[in-house]
């Protein structure tokens, strides 16, 4: 059945409860677009406003520790951009970035391995806009992307707005396992059905916490540059690592075949909203007219104030001190989950923000939600990172937000929900 006709019978396929609700109360209900119905509010972030309750641990948001910025330098250096090139930062820029920031992000994605050209950049209102722009150039209705399983909840969503049909791909401790990349690809093509792109999170992946090691990083590279399917690398949590090296970026790998989305929003701060998309030049053409068409530019006054912080300040600095924050506690969440929560299993990722928590044979981590909350602690279910409706039997857990103290308590408290699941 259609979309249009489940609409017209108010049965409208994987609606939320808010959306259904629609079908009586918006009188504007038969006016939107198949896309918009669609649409449906990410899980998290319909807890936001429960797991920001000041007696709640908050396991469930990636919100970023920013506690350490200069506040007092950003302070003084926005004082004074605004004095001295205020007219400059307060007005419309170019629609594809502006080039003194497009020249240091080719900086920020040396230690990636990535030599790039600021021509090669767009500039983008965090890396969420990137893919909502790549998403609408490169999907028709129908068509498929390629996602690890599981994938970002927001990446999700965009490619459901643009009525993509997401086919997963498994993942293990590895990362994405190249033999079932080529497996799923193969079927597609005997099926008939185009793929559009393959989306990855190499680094320290939302949600799973795991890298996509040295050696299959070419191999993955390899496989999509053989049968001709673009990648899509989504990279806001590279330098993230709590030891060692960022991996090489597989843009290094091939630039002509990869777009590479990057974003401030981890590394410095994500209340300025930018990120980038590094893109091959043709494709960068089209990234442009998109961007142009849905920002006229993106913001000056964001894009300016990193580009002088990135001069001014010690910005590799400032990420080394946040790796050790949350080097800190995701430390906290290993020793926490061992004490607790030895009935589950869990990986022990590296770098980045997230724990993968698989829950004991037959518990459910979206069911289980509600007894988490009364119980004072929140976490998203598995179910959110799956477009197939898989992932119930994982939860993801947060490190980046809560202090190590709070950890030890959240998990303490998943603990007694956890248990009292196990003797219902
Ligand atoms: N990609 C991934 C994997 C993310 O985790 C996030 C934010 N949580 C984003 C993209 C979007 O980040 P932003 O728009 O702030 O750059």
Redesign the pocket.
């Known amino acids: 059945m259609s979309t249009k006709e489940n609409r017209s019978t108010g049965n409208v396929e994987e609606t939320n409860t808010a959306a259904a609700a629609g079908t009586r109360l918006d009188p504007w209900f038969n006016t939107y677009a198949d896309r918009a119905l669609g649409m449906k509010q990410s899980e998290v972030r319909s807890l936001f406003s429960v797991a920001n309750r000041p007696e709640v641990v908050s396991l469930a948001g990636?919100m970023p520790n920013i506690a350490g910025l200069p506040l007092d330098f950003l302070a003084d250096m926005t004082a004074r951009l605004i004095r001295d090139r205020g007219t400059k930062i307060l007005q419309y820029g170019g629609g594809q970035g502006e080039e003194e920031l497009r020249e240091m992000i080719t900086e920020v994605m040396r230690p990636d391995g990535i030599r790039a050209h600021p021509d090669d950049i767009t500039v983008t209102?965090?890396?969420?806009?990137a893919?909502d722009i790549i998403s609408e150039i490169f999907i028709n209705p129908g068509e498929v992307v390629l996602a690890e399983a599981p994938s970002?909840v927001?990446?999700l969503g965009t490619f459901r707005a643009y009525q993509a049909s997401v086919v997963h791909v498994p993942m293990d401790e590895f990362g994405l396992i190249p033999e079932r990349l080529e497996e799923t690809i193969l079927q597609l093509q005997r099926a008939g059905r185009p793929i559009k792109f393959l989306y990855t999170?190499p680094n320290f992946h939302?949600p799973a916490g795991v890298c996509l090691s040295l050696e299959r990083r070419p191999q993955i590279v390899d496989i999509c540059r053989r049968h001709h399917v673009l990648i899509v690398e989504?990279n806001?949590?590279g330098l993230l690592g709590f030891d060692g090296d960022p991996l090489p970026a597989l843009q290094s790998l091939n630039p002509d075949g990869v777009v590479y989305?990057g974003?401030?929003?981890?590394t410095f701060a994500?209340g300025y909203?930018v990120?980038w998309a590094l893109a091959p030049s043709a494709v960068t053409q089209r990234v442009l007219l998109a961007n142009e068409n849905a920002l006229l530019c993106p913001t000056t006054f964001g894009q300016l104030s990193i580009a002088e912080y990135l001069k001014t300040y010690d910005w590799y600095q400032q990420v080394k001190e946040y790796r050790q924050v949350y080097h800190e506690r995701g430390a906290a969440m290993q020793r926490a989950l061992k004490t607790h929560l030895p009935m589950c299993e869990w990986n022990q990722p590296d770098g980045g923000f997230y724990t993968w928590v698989k829950l004991p044979d037959g518990l459910d981590a979206q069911s289980m939600l509600p007894r988490a909350v009364t119980q004072l602690v929140a976490y998203v279910s598995g179910t959110a990172f799956y477009a197939d409706g898989n992932g119930h039997d994982h939860m993801r857990l947060s490190f980046c937000y809560p202090t190590p103290e709070a950890i030890e308590e959240g998990v303490r408290r998943l603990s007694v929900v956890v248990q009292n699941e196990l003797e219902v």
Do not use: C, M, V
């Open positions: 990636g209102t965090g890396s969420q806009q893919l970002y927001g990446a999170i939302n989504d806001p949590y989305l974003s401030f929003s981890k994500p909203r990120g």
